[in-house]
């Protein structure tokens, strides 16, 4: 943290209030000076800093007082998507993405997959290829995109039981997918809220989307305790564990995922469309099916284009408009360029003057040596 260094300046607003944080942060860090109430005691209670000893302390929310911000200044950058309307397998997709751009598309939010239908052809409607396939072996993960660093398995789970997570008896069970059990979502600058509607996993993900901001991530034991309390410790509820069985093709490490309903399904393919006739969710495929591609990157690696004059020489005989003299010299041109130059994708062409030629006849200078 941060403290404020103007002599004049007392305390600080930070984002506490009761015992929530206004980012909807669940970390149980504090830091209270030692003669304040108790935590969440206080209805209208704000927490601000000091400056003298950087410990907390309660104040009306009311006052006015300095505050204190984190984040940067700058909006996060998103990426850049380029819809390449030529079918190819998802191989040959990897590869010229790879080749051309940075790689094939890699979502991690809603807004990610808004940029890729936007830059789709309006006149394409079918399913385009996007860099998530099978992975080698699966992984635990969260549905909000957290990282999975704290863990709080029952003894002998996960067992292979399913590829879903609940939360009983204050510990995590890996169980079917499909089976329908209340649950628990969360919902940014409020907490976790309870549905008391059955669902399968991958529905009451959809609802937790839908109506809040996603099904409940579990990051510490305080987190459990107030997850717990909700439904108390004998009912199974989801929480927003997931057995993830897929990858990013540029190694992108978060677990955002947008399913078509039924999907995946486990069985058709090992590689996944965006499927532009449903709203841009996707789907698992063959991967030697056919497809137009999405990429991203900055700009089309083979169209950064640099104009070079060349002057040529010749003793007059040799027609250097010729076209297969032309070809001649740009092969040799572009051999050298792949021996020489960083970039072996270097493409390089003739530029014609407005009458057609490329190469313009220049007059010899001849110089006078002779002294006046």
Partial sequence: MKLLSAKNISKAWIGLISSQWSDAALTTFRSWAGDQPGEGTLLNGCAATSNNSGMWNYN?????????????????????????????????????????????????????????????????????????????????????????????????????TGSCGVSVRSVWRDYNCTTPLYFVCFQAGVGYIGVNISKSWQDAQSYCRQQYTDLATINSPWQQKLLTGIFGRGLAVWVGLFLDTWQWSDQWSLFFRNWA????????????????????????????????????????????????????????????NNPTLQATMLNRIQQALKIQASDKNAAVSWIQEPSGKVFVLKPKVIQNNHGC
């Fill in 60 to 160: 009306d929310c009311a006052m006015d007082n300095p505050f204190i911000c984190y984040g940067s200044s700058n909006p996060p950058q998103r990426r850049q998507y380029h819809f390449v309307n030529k079918p190819m397998t998802w191989t040959q997709a990897l590869l010229y993405c790879t080749g051309r751009f940075s790689a094939l598309a890699t979502a991690d939010s809603v807004g990610d997959v808004v940029g890729m239908m936007n830059a789709v052809n309006l006149l394409y409607n079918g399913s385009v290829w996007i860099g998530l396939s099978r992975a080698s072996s699966a992984t635990w993960a969260w549905s909000s995109r957290d990282l999975l660093d704290f863990k709080n398995w029952d003894t002998g789970r996960p067992n292979g």
């Fill in 261 to 320: 309903v039924g999907q995946p399904t486990y069985v058709a393919g090992n590689c996944i469309t965006m499927m532009t006739n449903d709203s841009g969710n996707w789907a698992d495929a063959p991967c030697n099916t056919e497809n137009p591609v999405m990429c991203y990157g900055d700009v089309d690696k083979l169209k950064r284009k640099q104009i070079i004059s060349v002057n040529v020489s010749s003793d007059g005989t040799a027609d250097l």
